[in-house]
């Protein structure tokens, strides 16, 4: 696997590989890896000859009583762990190369429409965080196609918006969520989890399976989603959200079938986990 810390020499090597006529996915990272983001390059592999992976903690994302400064930052083990997943590039950029002109003369991408609820209303600026540093890393490496996790599931409906708004050819791709034994969803902010906590924390993804039930079996939404916030609450969550939505994002009606996806945002201690569980309404 090549690393690469400089704009100059990523676009030579993509260059190369484009002039040869392979196509290049991209996975984009925060880093401090784990099995979840692995099956994403995997993934990549299936979409594309060559799987470029950035790592890149992006100050923009993070709110100013956020863990930015503690985010943990691995980058000698993601490189190895790249490596073994079979990534050909790891793309390392300082913030300097992220932002030439410095964070706070950034030019900034909005997205409308889907970015003002749920994380968006609890983490304001959060997604235009996201839409600029992803625009970003589109323009650097031009990839043919990028992977992106669904647990994030507000996350890849904006990249989807600003994709097809500002006309990026990319495909898109939703990768299914990573869990571990107990149904937990891997993030790397598992780690800050105490053991106690970590014993509790599988109880989100049991409650997005009652939300789904409750759901099918014809209870009122609001309902549902507010005993699943109790639940969590009685539990020592704090949550943020725990609502039924359309794969818009929308309030679905009660009678209408169709897709649907139950999301959940709560705190655990001082860390805050995000899941969430696709289904069918027949």
């Given at each position: ?30 880093g ?25 903690v ?5 709110g ?7 985010y943990p930052?691995?980058p ?20 300097d ?30 997604f ?8 970003r ?6 990839p ?44 790397s902010?598992?780690?800050y989890l ?19 039930d ?15 916030s ?10 943020d959200?725990a ?19 139950a999301l959940?945002?709560?705190?655990l201690?001082s860390?805050r ?10």
């Open positions: 696997m090549i690393t690469v810390t400089m704009l100059d020499a990523l676009r030579a090597q993509v260059r190369g590989w484009r002039q040869s006529g392979q196509r290049i996915a991209l996975v984009p990272t925060m401090n890896l784990h099995a979840g983001h692995y099956s994403l390059i995997a993934l990549a592999r299936q979409h594309a000859d060559r799987v470029v992976a950035s790592v890149f992006n100050p923009t994302q993070f100013p009583n956020e863990d930015f400064e503690r930052r691995t000698e083990a993601d490189a190895a762990g790249l490596d073994e997943a079979g990534c050909d590039l790891l793309w390392l950029p300082s913030v190369t992220m932002y030439p002109l410095g964070v706070s003369a950034a030019v900034t991408v909005s997205v409308p429409g889907v970015t003002e609820t749920l994380d968006g209303a609890h983490r304001p600026g959060h235009d965080g996201v839409a600029t540093v992803v625009a890393l589109f323009n650097q490496v031009l043919d196609a990028a992977i992106f996790g669904r647990k994030d599931y507000q996350q890849l409906a904006v990249i989807r918006h600003m994709v097809r708004d500002l006309a990026f050819p990319i495909d898109i791709v939703g990768a299914d969520i990573k869990r571990e034994p107990d149904g937990l969803a891997m993030s902010r598992n780690q105490s053991e106690a906590e970590r014993a509790l924390a599988p109880l989100i993804h049991q409650t997005l399976q009652v939300m789904r409750g759901v099918r079996a014809g209870r009122p939404r609001i309902e549902v989603e507010r005993d699943a109790v639940v969590l609450a009685e539990a020592g969550f704090m949550p959200y609502v039924v939505r359309t794969p818009e994002l929308a309030e679905p009606k009660d009678a209408v079938p169709g897709p649907r996806v959940v945002a709560a705190r201690g860390t986990l995000i899941d969430n569980l696709e289904f069918v309404l027949d």
